[in-house]
């Protein structure tokens, strides 16, 4: 496994490893608090508000030209138009979504913009070329918006597609297995994400005792509510279908009590996962946490988003055509 072993913050804020630095020449911005400080959050947040209202020329408009949208293990980002589109579709396929932030947190230095979230409606059109069901479902997800001169410029995005599909009864697979605020500093976070990326080079999933809270709360696609050891066994399951799986951390962005890891899990398929038979097949997947740490800089509470959909995809789960 490669982990990301020298660490170098700025303002509390991890450097880009996507491979591409930022061509934005930012103006000297104001210090990051007050006004200046919720002018960004409602920057970030802007999506949101747009979906809640059925109207989304507000959060159109505050889209750089350039603007790059990176969603669920994809690449290769999306511009703009095509991001509006896409969203367009979901606005018929679930007229009248409405949408409830459950956390967001801005980052130090007022680049980045974290929201978890979670939406819900009535399928009342065709999704993922599947037809509508008129059943209620609900979607999960995490987005980490980068803003620069009143502008969203990039953003990451991963949500629990295949979720929502299985509580539309388009799709059936087994769940995997599970069993049961204060300032964090530059030397904890990095000692943190060495411990957390440890993990999975193995796996070593006792390491969890080390760094989660003894009352531990984890939220993780197709799993309840889970206690360190079921977040343990939750780990474990994946290793069953993917024994070789790595991950790789690409960006730490820090803020208030919060920590965000954007990473990518790669491995390959010979073993049973989600019911499915071994196919051989290389999977490569993101993902996005929120890990929030209590005061004696332990995580209290983890939210982790998956692109589970795209990894069934890459074994073969879905019948050609779906």
């Known amino acids: 496994m490669k982990m990301l072993r020298k660490v170098t913050f700025v303002a509390f804020v991890f450097a880009m490893m996507l491979g591409a630095v930022s061509i934005y020449a930012q103006a000297e911005a104001p210090p990051c608090e007050g006004d200046y400080l919720e002018s960004v959050r409602t920057i970030g947040l802007s999506f949101i508000e747009s979906l809640n209202d059925g109207d989304l020329d507000p959060w159109y408009e505050l889209l750089a030209d350039d603007y790059e949208l990176y969603t669920n293990g994809t690449f290769v980002p999306v511009d703009r138009d095509t991001s509006r589109a896409d969203t ?9 979504f409405q949408t409830e932030i459950h956390m967001s947190n801005v980052s130090s230095d007022c680049r980045f913009v974290t929201y978890a979230w979670t939406s819900s409606g009535t399928n009342d059109g065709p999704i993922a070329g599947l037809p509508a069901t008129g059943a209620m479902g609900s979607v999960s997800g995490i987005n980490i918006a980068e803003v620069a001169d009143g502008k969203i410029i990039r953003e990451w995005n991963s949500f629990d597609l295949f979720t929502l599909l299985a509580q539309l009864g388009l799709v059936t697979l087994e769940s995997p297995n599970t069993g049961g605020e204060s300032m964090i500093s530059e030397n904890a976070v990095m000692t943190f994400v060495e411990r957390f990326d440890a ?8 390491i969890a005792d ?9 939220h993780a696609p197709l799993a309840p509510e889970l206690n360190r050891q079921g977040w343990k ?7 069953v279908g993917l024994p070789d799986i790595t991950q790789e951390v690409h960006q730490v962005i820090i803020g208030e009590d919060r920590l965000v890891l954007h990473v990518t899990y790669t491995g390959t398929h010979t073993g049973v996962l ?13 993902a996005i946490g929120i890990f929030r740490f209590d005061e004696n800089g332990q995580v209290a509470e983890n939210w982790a988003m998956l692109d589970i959909g ?8 879905f019948p050609p055509g779906t």
Do not use: R
């Open 233 to 239: 066994d939750y780990v474990s399951s994946f290793y």
């Open 310 to 317: 795209g990894l069934l995809a890459q074994i073969g789960a």
């Open 199 to 206: 993990i999975f080079d193995g796996p070593n999933v006792d």
């Open 210 to 218: 080390e760094i989660f809270a003894p009352d531990f709360i984890g």
């Open 274 to 286: 989600f019911g499915v038979p071994p196919t051989g097949n290389p999977i490569i997947v993101e």
């Open 88 to 96: 367009e579709g979901f606005f018929t396929a679930f007229p009248g």
